[in-house]
């Protein structure tokens, strides 16, 4: 017959061997999910947003990744900026200068999908409202942008099959030419996209060859892999693609 303190012990060694478990995860979870091609946000637990710097993974919440990369935004602009303290330092450092080996992918969060979106139709500009809001939101940071992917009463050609340009929920932000300053200044807009994707019911973010998903479950960027690897523009080493969700 089992007694109450031999069912005691029991109930401790299990504790002991989930906080042991626990414990390895935390310490080599990073080690282990990097072998695997993932992100830290693709943990349930983590904070959704995450930022690579030289001294490791700095994890954000939504609101500190939002206001992080609007500040370096607008002060890229010498614009007013919001307020960041508490925010680590590292992390805004490496989202103003970019990684040292040069400009690239930075910053990435875990979002929601939106289910409950509905399909939406073209305005007179050429896009879906959703789109049309993410581009205001947008131009309220960035300024005055080169843009295309769109024109008014819709785009039929020019782009991939099944596009979403073609449905009004794609914009393309052009960077050109190709260079290293312009490649750091398309980073802080994609940055910002990826950051305020959930409020902005973000789909994909392309650029310099790396593709953000919202419903990719292996969280953070990925390699992009375009039709010509000779041709900048597929790559888009020259413009940063953005596609809201289709909604329905």
Not at 14 to 21: E, G, M, R, S
Not at 142 to 153: D, K, P, Q, R
Not at 221 to 236: C, K, S, T, V
């Amino acid at each position: 017959m089992r007694t109450s303190s031999s069912r005691g012990r029991r109930t401790l060694v299990i504790v002991a061997v989930l906080a042991v478990c626990a414990g390895g995860v935390a310490v080599g979870g990073p080690w282990l999910l990097a072998r695997a091609g993932l992100d830290g946000t693709v943990l349930p637990w983590a904070a959704p947003c995450s930022v690579d710097t030289a001294d490791g993974t700095v994890m954000l919440s939504s609101d500190e990744a939002r206001r992080a990369t609007t500040a370096v935004a607008l002060r890229a602009r010498g614009a007013d900026a919001p307020d960041t303290s508490g925010i680590d330092g590292d992390a805004l450092r490496r989202l103003r200068e970019g990684p040292t080996d040069g400009p690239g992918p930075s910053l990435t969060c875990r979002v929601s999908t939106g289910s409950g979106l509905g399909e939406q139709e073209l305005t007179d500009s050429g896009l879906t409202p959703r789109a049309q809001a993410l581009l205001d939101s947008a131009g309220e940071v960035f300024g005055t942008m080169s843009v295309g992917g769109y024109e008014t009463g819709g785009v039929s050609s020019g782009h991939g099959e099944d596009s979403a340009h073609y449905d009004g929920r794609a914009v393309d932000v052009f960077y050109r030419p190709v260079s290293e300053e312009n490649r750091r200044e398309g980073w802080l807009l994609a940055h910002w996209l990826v950051a305020h994707a959930e409020q902005l019911h973000v789909a994909h973010v392309i650029f310099d060859d790396e593709i953000w998903s919202a419903r990719d479950p292996r969280g953070g960027w990925q390699p992009y892999e375009a039709g010509d690897p000779d041709n900048a523009i597929l790559r888009h080493l020259d413009h940063v693609h953005v596609d809201v969700q289709r909604g329905g």
